[in-house]
């Protein structure tokens, strides 16, 4: 059966260009845009097998459009030279591959694409559009289908007529009108403005097009009705601006867009010339023209995989050499508790699977001896977990060289599929399985017949061995190799001895908090029914609700959709008016420590060892801080005296030791001073000032002595908000002033800090440019929607721009330290031990004769961590629990 696949190729490429990480040549040419279509592309020839092929592209800045509307496509970035570049290499390997391409002056890609799929429904012919453009989803109808592309080229979303109007309730017909209504600022469509997606589809709901919207004003009310009066023409123009033009006149036929699969003779030499051999490989091609490529795109990666049953592990032995790769297959989510399934080992030429019950037994000694070899370099996915599942069943792991979790971490920190598979399946190679098809999820889970899963994991070592050499390359383009080498892949090791050490925790002393926790609980619950006049069920919205609004009166702050809202916001708000609503804030605070902390770090306490062992990851946070979890110990709150009780169960895990904890001092304004070159606010620190009370000084124009704690809890507010990029909203919920207060405020701040504006304004820009933001050690974090025509998305993502590089920094100083400190312990041989990081603090277990050494040692390290032009400072205290060392 025919089918039809029209890409927008302007679209994909842009899209492929901000998604991707760089990526160069050896010559330098940029071509990471070029790679994440070619992957896309060849993803969409092996799931949908296409008939016919074309790519469609924009042919010059000026079109039609622009005659009705000069300002059409002008609040458009200029396109970044690194990717205006990569369009010739892109036409070039799409003539190579065999794939069509066509463009025509005056037009966009899209009314060529818009003309084409007129003629196919006329023809009854199947088409599938490709574009992460939703104004495409006018096209759709019964023949033909919209994909729509979404983070980044790697998910898509796929929309006829029947899912348009279940997402939007509207035909294909209306998403013009949707468009006229509220304009598109990618495309600087006006529309009308203060109209968005929301209003604009009630409206069509009502009244089903831009033009019954403008005839019958009469029906509406208020503002609404004033807008739509007023920028009627605006609406009426910006529905023309956004419709799809079907009438292009193409010399274009069917049989020119016909696709016979990749051309076997030229496909491989235009991948080579770009450096795509990771494609070139998968796609078994020759990198000659004209020699026979034998199976080209449809052959699966092969593999050669042995399993090794008792009594047969001599050719492992002998192999043990020339491994490459090796993967440990483990179940659960908890690597404490992880259940390991077996082994698998990759040379160059072949595959051994190993089951776990083999790997224990006496005969594979010398395999573990391989394993606990930290001298020898092991390369793997996630070799963190690996490291602490075998761990726990006795079996020593070292020697941790490349981990491509982490790598494709660093690559792309919000990538939100970090599988194997789904990285396997980023860069090209679709041989690898999700888990979730091999194994099953949740209590489908099932390990499958040793065949299944020794190719599997055969599979799961082929495909780390193809991504290491791509990832070193682009982690260099980046300058990224010193922070993964010397900074995160020695990090992940300390992290996993942090975890396997755990924290000793005091199981009566928990027990009597919980005690303590539940006598106050009873005495509140006894408080608030004596003031309600009844019982009810305080952990019941409904019924809380009906006590505070409808018999105590209450104002009515916000309602949801079964009735008043309670949540904790609206609760602040009503604390003033009545005695009822602080109790029962503090019996929530109460209750939570009660059942997320005393219950649940009493289940966490390891029968085996007495202590907890949280696990870190180092591959969740985008601005890369430490996560914690089983237990959560980062979260414990340290603000309320309740909470910081909690801290006292900790203790140390020897007789006679100290719990020693330093933090960092204010490390974000620190930082912040460093980057944007303040000159106010690195004074304030290189003379050690208390900088809030420096802040007040400076934005009221007052001295020291008449700086009030009012002024000064505002400029810490502001401090602390700006590394956030916090908004005039912000700051005034914060400080309970209004927007228009708080809007002055965060002015004058700028006034007076010049260099954090300037900090703030370059920072936006360069991340409109470039697509991305950095630390001071070049970790990045990209930011797709930095250019969105949607004000939400855009401003958000502008403030992360702000606080990425503020935030990514201190993350990163804390963990040099963490490195540093690590050294200074060994080379020291102290018996000293590094337990946990908790955002900006370090904590130690430390023998008494070690005490005076270690109160030096570690500001001094955590001080000389990173050089920057302010001074670094940590405050340290020590004591015989963790509460005591604060």
Request: net charge negative; glycine share 6%; proline share 4%.
């Amino acid at each position: 059966m025919e089918k039809l696949i029209l890409i927008d190729g302007n679209n994909i490429i842009y899209r492929a260009f901000f998604a991707m990480p760089p990526l160069t040549n050896a010559s330098g040419q940029q071509t990471n845009a070029v790679y994440g279509f070619t992957t896309m592309l060849l993803r969409l020839i092996e799931e949908h097998k296409p008939s016919h092929m074309m790519v469609a592209f924009d042919a010059g800045k000026e079109t039609f459009r622009h005659a009705d509307y000069q300002d059409y496509k002008g609040g458009r970035q200029k396109t970044p030279p690194e990717l205006s570049g990569q369009f010739p290499l892109l036409k070039e390997l799409l003539k190579g591959l065999g794939v069509s391409q066509f463009e025509i002056s005056g037009y966009e890609a899209d009314d060529i694409i818009g003309t084409i799929t007129r003629q196919a429904d006329e023809a009854g012919r199947q088409v599938m559009v490709v574009s992460g453009d939703k104004d495409m989803l006018q096209l759709a109808s019964g023949n033909t289908t919209i994909a729509v592309v979404r983070k980044g080229v790697t998910e898509i979303e796929y929309f006829g007529p029947e899912q348009i109007k279940e997402r939007y309730d509207l035909t294909p017909e209306q998403i013009i009108d949707l468009k006229g209504l509220m304009g598109d600022a990618s495309d600087n469509i006006p529309g009308i403005p203060g109209v968005g997606e929301k209003t604009a589809l009630k409206l069509l709901h009502q009244f089903g097009t831009v033009e019954q919207v403008i005839s019958r004003t009469d029906e509406l009310k208020g503002k609404m009705k004033e807008k739509i009066e007023e920028h009627a023409d605006s609406a009426v123009l910006s529905k023309k601006l956004a419709t799809i033009y079907r009438e292009v006149p193409l010399e274009l036929s069917l049989d020119d867009m016909k696709f016979d699969g990749l051309n076997q003779e030229t496909a491989g030499p235009a991948l080579a010339k770009l450096e795509f051999k990771s494609l070139i490989e998968r796609l078994d091609l020759s990198t000659h023209a004209g020699a026979d490529a034998a199976e080209g795109a449809a052959k699966q990666a092969q593999v050669n995989v042995t399993v090794v049953h008792a009594g047969e592990l001599a050719e492992v032995k002998e192999a043990l050499d020339s491994v490459q790769v090796l993967h440990v297959e483990t179940h659960g989510d908890n690597p404490h508790h992880a259940e390991v399934i077996g082994l698998a080992l990759a040379t160059e030429q072949r595959q051994f699977y190993i089951p776990f019950e083999v790997l224990k037994s006496e005969e594979a000694e010398p395999l573990r001896a391989w394993l606990a070899d930290s001298e020898i370099p092991k390369r793997g996915y996630d070799l963190h977990r690996l490291d602490l599942a075998l761990h726990w069943q006795g079996i020593a792991f070292a020697g941790a060289a490349f981990d491509v979790h982490l790598a494709a971490y660093l690559l792309d920190p919000t990538e939100s599929n970090q599988s194997l598979s789904g990285l396997a399946g980023k860069y090209g190679l679709s041989y690898l399985q999700a888990d979730e098809e091999v194994f099953g999820k949740g209590a489908k889970y099932k390990v499958p017949d040793e065949a299944v899963l020794s190719e599997n994991l055969a599979r799961k070592c082929l495909a780390v061995s193809e991504l290491v050499p791509i990832q070193e390359k682009e982690l260099e383009a980046n300058g990224m190799l010193p922070l993964f080498h010397e900074l995160e892949m020695p990090l992940s090791r300390i992290l996993a001895d942090m975890e396997k050490q755990g924290i000793a925790v005091n199981v009566e002393d928990l027990k009597e908090l919980g005690r303590e926790f539940e006598s106050q609980i009873e005495k509140l619950v006894q408080q608030i029914y004596e003031i309600a006049g009844t019982e009810f069920n305080l952990n019941s919205p409904k019924q809380l609700g009906e006590i505070l609004f409808v018999k105590l009166q209450l104002p009515v702050i916000k309602k949801t959709k079964t009735g008043f809202s309670t949540d904790a916001e609206v609760l602040e708000k009503l604390a003033p008016y009545h005695d009822i609503v602080r109790l029962i804030l503090q019996y929530r605070t109460i209750a939570k420590l009660q059942s997320t902390y005393v219950e649940g770090l009493l289940k966490e306490i390891s029968d085996r060892t007495g202590k907890v062992h949280t696990y870190y990851r180092q591959t969740i946070a985008a601005t890369g801080r430490l996560s914690s979890q089983y237990p959560n110990l980062q979260n414990i709150p340290i603000r309320l005296e309740e909470g910081r009780k909690l801290r006292k169960v900790f203790v140390p895990s020897e007789p006679g030791w100290s719990i020693l904890a330093a933090d960092y001092s204010q490390i974000e304004l620190r930082v912040l001073a460093h980057i944007s070159d303040d000159e106010r606010l690195k004074e304030a620190f290189i003379h050690d000032m208390d900088i809030h009370t420096k802040t007040a000084m400076d934005v009221f124009g007052v001295s020291e002595d008449q700086v009030d704690a009012n002024m000064r809890r505002s400029a810490k507010a502001v401090n602390f908000g700006i590394v956030y990029g916090i908004s005039d909203y912000g700051l005034s919920q914060n400080l309970n002033i209004t927007r228009k207060e708080a809007a002055a405020f965060i002015d004058q701040y700028f006034e007076v800090f010049q260099g954090v504006r300037r900090y703030m304004d370059e920072i936006v820009k360069q991340a409109k440019q470039e697509g991305y933001v950095k630390t001071l050690l070049e970790r990045r974090r990209y930011l797709p929607e930095i250019n969105a025509s949607n004000f939400n998305l855009r401003s958000f993502a502008e403030r992360t721009a702000m606080n990425t590089p503020i935030q990514g920094t201190a993350a990163d100083i804390i963990k040099l330290a963490m490195v540093q400190m690590d050294k200074a312990l060994q080379e020291k041989k102290l018996k000293s031990r590094m337990l946990l990081q908790v955002h900006d603090e370090l904590v130690f277990e430390v023998p008494e004769d070690e005490l005076e050494v270690m109160k030096k040692l570690v500001p001094e390290v955590m001080s000389h961590a990173l050089k920057l032009s302010v001074p670094l400072k940590s405050d340290v205290s020590y004591g015989s629990n963790w509460y005591e060392a604060k």
